[in-house]
């Protein structure tokens, strides 16, 4: 399994909080996603980046921020959460190099806010 | 921009019996293709990917899928599923030049006894 690990692994919270989510790998992997799992949507994705301090937003970006200061490690933030946001948060990484296309997803973090 | 369509969001089947779970894709440039699954309160794990070559690819646990390019379709089948198949499965697509993937909304496969 590649080793992507994400913290917490539940979390609730209250309307109006800041609420921050990690991923970390030990891949060294360039690209790293933040994606929102909903019932009937699939997986929307939110931002990623394709390196230190490079990032960009996804379709769904509104009311979230990233950061990525490490290669290792890819937080998003809440900056006021809603209940709109209540949701599964899954992180992804990927090489995107010769035939490594794919992206490895972590286990998830379950938010719900109150 | 590329999109993706899961005909079917449940499919349900029993035991022993053949599968067949249909995925069409839009995109105006060369696409890859992958077929992801997720167990009940699980991750997504990569069941197969068509990047270039055959258009039948084989992935894990004995699924396969065939890239048809003229009708624009990825669909997965399985010849005998079993119990342990039960999960939500996604199909996605990503241009050959980029950097994301777009997903469907998934289908839910159901294996009765």
């Known amino acids: 399994d590649a080793g992507i690990t994400q913290s917490p692994r539940h979390k609730v919270t209250e309307t109006g909080t800041p609420v921050t989510l990690r991923c970390h790998q030990t891949?060294?992997?360039?690209?790293m996603y933040w994606y929102r799992q909903d019932p009937g949507h699939g997986l929307r994705l939110i931002h990623y980046?394709?390196?230190?301090?490079?990032?960009d937003k996804g379709e769904v970006s509104d009311g979230y921020s990233v950061s990525r200061s490490k290669t290792e490690d890819f937080l998003l933030t809440l900056e006021s959460a809603t209940s709109s946001q209540t949701s599964v948060y899954f992180c992804?990484?990927?090489?995107?190099?010769?035939?490594?296309?794919?992206?490895?997803f972590g286990p998830g973090t379950r938010l719900t806010v109150t | 921009a590329q999109s993706v369509t899961q005909l079917d969001s449940q499919v349900p089947v029993f035991e022993e019996a053949p599968v067949e779970l249909r995925c069409n894709y839009s995109?105006?440039?060369?696409?890859?293709l992958f077929w992801y699954v997720q167990y009940p309160n699980q991750g997504l794990q990569l069941l197969l990917k068509?990047?270039?070559?055959?258009?039948l690819v084989k992935g894990i646990n004995g699924f396969e899928a065939e890239f048809n390019k003229s009708q624009t379709s990825f669909h997965l089948r399985k010849p005998s599923v079993h119990i342990s198949d039960t999960a939500e499965y996604f199909c996605?697509?990503?241009?050959?030049?980029?950097?994301?993937?777009?997903f469907g909304e998934g289908t839910q496969l159901t294996v009765n006894p």
């Open positions: 992804a990484i990927s090489e995107m190099l010769g035939l490594k296309h794919e992206q490895y």
């Open positions: 891949e060294n992997h360039r690209y």
């Open positions: 980046s394709y390196g230190v301090k490079d990032t």
């Open positions: 995109s105006s440039v060369s696409v890859y």
């Open positions: 068509y990047l270039s070559g055959s258009t």
């Open positions: 996605a697509v990503k241009e050959t030049s980029g950097s994301r993937l777009t």
